[in-house]
């Protein structure tokens, strides 16, 4: 290999990388202006079915959110498009699809709920 090429590859591949990284999931810092927003869209969208330790019309939140635990990034899709999950024990989820932004706040938000059980903003 000539030295050029070789120069002009190491750039390539420094480019591709970084292209990559831009394409890298992501979710919004909790911050304490998150917490509000969340909150608020989480008792306007999703309290009415939903309770954190219990059945309620919905399976529990808390174990929605730690199946997603390992995976936010299908959390978000899944609030962006929701599809069904248990067809034998639960109606598919109906609701007004999240766009992509309020899906990322409220994947954050629950799953820093989830790990700060004693967060005084943790959804009955
Ligand atoms: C109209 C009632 C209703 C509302 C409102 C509602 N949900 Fe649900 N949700 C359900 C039902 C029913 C299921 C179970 C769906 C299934 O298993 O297919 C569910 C399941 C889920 C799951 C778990 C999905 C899985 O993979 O098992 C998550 C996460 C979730 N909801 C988040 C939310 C969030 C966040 C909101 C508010 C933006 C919300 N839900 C609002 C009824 C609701």
């Not at 869209?41 to 009415?48: D, G, I, L, R």
């Not at 995976?71 to 109606?91: F, G, S």
Request: include cysteine; charged fraction near 25%.
């Amino acid at each position: 290999m000539g030295k050029t090429f070789k120069i002009t590859l190491f750039i390539f591949v420094i480019l591709a990388t970084a292209l990559f990284a831009v394409e890298v999931f992501s979710l919004p810092k909790v911050t304490p202006e998150l917490k509000v927003g969340a909150q608020e869209y989480y008792n306007n969208e999703c309290k009415a079915c939903h309770r954190w330790g219990r059945k309620f019309a919905a399976p529990p939140m808390k174990e929605n959110v730690a199946q997603y635990a390992e995976k936010p990034e299908e959390m978000v899709k899944y609030l962006i498009h929701p599809t069904p999950k248990h067809p034998d024990i639960w109606p598919a989820m109906e609701i007004t699809p999240l766009t992509e932004d309020q899906a990322k706040m409220m994947t954050a938000w629950l799953l820093y709920i989830l790990d700060n059980p004693e967060d005084p903003g943790r959804p009955k």
